[in-house]
């Protein structure tokens, strides 16, 4: 392949420049009350995830809007749900602590960035207070904030995310024919339609993974 390879920070920002004073300068090292109320309304984040020897895992959480708890100006948490198992962001976080969080808000096109570090708590008191449909979470990945700041809209409205006369769901195969092509060769396709059709929502809090039958 015939590529231009950037091999160093000189000729990064020759390539891009600098940004202007007030975005190099625009994090913040606590949540203001607009961060804490974007979000009280977020119902959707990625956490990005490193371990010791550098791979690299990003990880969707969602829940409610405001399922994630500010404990304080300088700690948040995010409760975990019954999912794969695979985990492989807490395992990081238990060789690495440093994370970095996106708070999405649908309809918004500009996003909240928390970067910090991390610890796992398998219980405290304001896990009450993360029940939804009558389940506590399994676990807390509690964060100690470093650094917050949001990102403009740019990203989103290249891509129109928001606008639904651009999404093409169908043009992808369905859940359960990815499955069965890449993760589940034990399972028929029946099986799979069955496991990923109408009830497949009604399990989001149950402790189940698909087994053939």
């Known amino acids: 392949m015939d590529r231009t ?7 990064l920002v020759e390539v891009v420049g600098v940004p ?14 607009v961060d804490v109320q974007w ?3 977020s119902p959707f984040l990625l956490i990005s995830t ?49 994370v970095g969080l ?6 918004r096109n500009d996003t ?28 807390a990945l509690e964060v100690d904030v470093a650094e917050v700041f949001y990102h403009c809209a740019k990203a989103f409205l290249r891509s129109d995310l928001w606008k639904p006369e651009t999404w093409e ?3 992808l195969p369905p859940r359960a024919a990815i499955a069965a092509a890449l993760e589940r060769p034990d399972m028929t396709r029946a099986e799979l339609d069955r496991y990923y059709g109408p009830e497949y929502a009604t399990r989001l809090y149950q402790d189940s993974m698909p087994q053939p039958s």
Not at 20 to 33: G, N, Y
Not at 51 to 74: E, M, T
Not at 102 to 107: R, W
């Open 5 to 11: 390879e950037i091999t160093s920070l000189d000729e």
């Open 20 to 33: 202007i004073p007030h975005v190099a300068k625009k994090q913040r090292p606590r949540l203001d009350p």
């Open 39 to 41: 979000i009280s309304h």
């Open 50 to 98: 490193s371990a010791a020897d550098g791979s690299c895992d990003v990880s969707p959480k969602g829940d409610p809007r405001g399922f994630v708890q500010v404990l304080d100006d300088r700690t948040l948490a995010v409760p975990e749900r019954p999912g794969n198992r695979r985990v492989d962001g807490y395992r990081n976080v238990l060789s690495n602590p440093h």
């Open 102 to 107: 996106i708070f999405l808000v649908p309809g």
């Open 112 to 139: 909240l960035r928390v970067n910090g570090t991390a610890r796992l708590v398998r219980d405290a008191p304001y896990f009450d207070d993360m029940v939804v449909k009558g389940h506590r979470p399994v676990l």
């Open 169 to 171: 769901p169908d043009a």
